[in-house]
T-cell receptor, first 113, second 113 residues
Framework: DAGVIQSPRHEVTEMGQEVTLRCKPI?????LFWYRQTMMRGLELLIY????????DSGMPEDRFSAKMPNASFSTLKIQPSEPRDSAVYFC???????????FGQGTRLTVV | QQQVKQSPQSLIVQKGGIPIINCAYENTAFDYFPWYQQFPGKGPALLIA?????SEKKEGRFTISFNKSAKQFSLHIMDSQPGDSATYFC????????????FGKGTLLTVNP
């Protein structure tokens, strides 16, 4: 398996634009996690899914953020409208069971100017 | 609100040295404490983990020491190598959950040849 695949690797967008980040989890993994990493706040859990169903989205910062998992092999994190403070590295991770042993993707570095 | 406090922020050692990274937590509901290693441009990867019913755990050159009464735990890297240069994160599981982690801010370790 190629691991967790995220796209794009880098995204630069203008404030106010819609941004969609994509994730393909490892086949067979039932759990999918979206994290955000910044220098100020470190690594934060945004939302996680189990069997394509969102279980806990309490980490999603605002209504501008939304995440979906239409099937077991694809998830998206959307920001609309984007703001400069959304600039961060966004990681997707997947796991067979717990969050502890999740495999992370390489991340998407988002820059909002 | 940071629930796991990590220090130091950065650390430089010579090859063969024993870097020590410390973490402290306040939430007594934590019952699993993983450490992650992150190389530049990559996502974090689970390195080693401990539960509070043991005081020490070793895996190869990596050792976690745990002090439950002080609510502190630390990572020691024996015989450190330049390839160990990375950012290290400690974490705790929120509310004893298997799915939600809160992370320390990270320690950038540099091992000089």
């Amino acid at each position: 398996d190629a691991g967790v695949i995220q796209s794009p690797r880098h995204e630069v967008t203008e404030m106010g634009q819609e941004v969609t980040l994509r994730c393909k989890p490892i086949s067979g993994h039932d759990y999918l996690f979206w994290y955000r990493q910044t220098m100020m706040r470190g690594l934060e859990l945004l939302i996680y899914f189990n069997n394509n169903v969102p279980i806990d989205d309490s980490g999603m910062p605002e209504d501008r953020f939304s995440a979906k998992m239409p099937n077991a092999s694809f998830s998206t994190l959307k920001i609309q409208p984007s703001e400069p403070r959304d600039s961060a590295v966004y990681f997707c991770a997947s796991s067979l069971s717990s969050a502890f042993e999740a495999f992370f993707g390489q991340g998407t570095r988002l820059t909002v100017v | 609100q940071q629930q796991v406090k990590q220090s130091p922020q950065s650390l430089i050692v010579q090859k063969g040295g024993i870097p020590i990274i410390n973490c402290a937590y306040e939430n007594t509901a934590f019952d699993y404490f993983p450490w992650y290693q992150q190389f530049p441009g990559k996502g974090p990867a689970l390195l080693i983990a401990i539960r509070p019913d043991v005081s020490e755990k070793k895996e190869g050159r990596f050792t976690i020491s745990f002090n439950k009464s002080a609510k502190q735990f630390s990572l020691h890297i024996m015989d450190s190598q330049p390839g160990d240069s990375a950012t290290y994160f400690c974490a705790g599981n929120v509310g004893g959950s298997n799915y939600k982690l809160t992370f320390g801010k990270g320690t950038l370790l540099t091992v000089n040849p």
